[in-house]
């Protein structure tokens, strides 16, 4: 039903299959799904490995929230989006990610294209996300991660196909995140990938992306070897304390990433304030 809010907590979903979207979960409508303490390991479809939401997930303007989920080694076999796949506009609605890790996870297969990919995350239209660790979480010794994950094309980790974070009050942020480690095989964005110009990016001083990599196997690729923005617009993005796009580093850390061709850390097409010594 259209605006319903799903509630998920404490469950295991392994080892699934779809021969279509949604390896183990696969939302027909527009929900806002609020997953707690659940865990996805190991499930296949040929989009969206563990979770397909056909309609843009929050429509109602309820937010989307997953708090302490992990996802493992789920694949899409031949599309985007290899643990998540969200289909549709969210447009003012908010998608929440806290105390989460997503590791292993990968998008594969020939559907995959120049214009998607997403190693764990696919998002198809437009969204206002967070990425974050709770305090108590950090007391606790666990910093939220998005770790490992692969995909064929762009975005080795996450592929955003819309605008992002159109506002300095309202950004993409990431804080208190570890993105270590995923692989964009044949494309752009060794970790994330926007694809519009219209985005608005903020990294913590406390989020590190360290040994991502873009490769390319036909030097047509291999653009930012953690971050891509490969979209350009040439009118004023703002000042930086009402910046409506580009990316915002606030001393995260950036270390021994690689891309193929060029921005070894981030290539960028729009503006980028890099308030850090650490790139």
Do not use: K
């Amino acid at each position: 039903t259209t605006g319903t809010t799903v509630n998920l907590a404490d469950s295991t979903f392994s080892s699934n299959t779809s021969p279509g979207s949604g390896g183990a979960i696969y939302f027909a409508s527009a929900v806002s799904p609020v997953l707690t303490g659940t865990t996805f390991t190991g499930n296949t479809a040929l989009t969206g490995g563990a979770i397909y939401f056909n309609v843009a997930s929050g429509s109602s303007g309820a937010p989307t929230q997953f708090t302490n989920v992990t996802f493992n080694n789920n694949t899409s076999t031949n599309g985007p989006g290899g643990a998540i796949y969200f289909s549709g506009n969210t447009g003012n609605t908010y998608t929440a990610f806290q105390d989460f890790t997503f590791n292993g996870n990968i998008a594969s297969g020939s559907a995959l294209t120049a214009s998607n990919g997403g190693g764990a995350l696919y998002f198809a239209g437009s969204a206002n996300t967070s990425f974050s660790t709770s305090s108590t979480a950090l007391a606790n010794g666990f910093v939220s991660s998005i770790s490992g994950n692969t995909s064929a094309r762009n975005g080795g980790a996450i592929f955003f196909s819309g605008a992002v974070g159109t506002s300095a009050t309202n950004p993409l942020t990431f804080n208190n995140v570890q993105i270590n480690n995923n692989t964009a095989s044949n494309g752009n964005g060794g970790a994330i990938y926007l694809s519009t110009y219209d985005s608005l990016l903020n990294l913590s001083s406390t989020t590190t992306f360290n040994n991502n990599q873009a490769l390319s196997l036909d030097n047509n690729n291999g653009l930012g070897g953690a971050i891509v923005q490969t979209s350009v617009n040439t009118t004023s993005p703002g000042s930086l304390s009402n910046l409506t796009r580009g990316i915002i580093v606030n001393g995260s850390n950036f270390t021994n990433n690689q891309a193929s061709n060029s921005g070894g850390a981030i290539y960028s097409m729009q503006v980028v304030y890099a308030n850090s010594n650490a790139l």
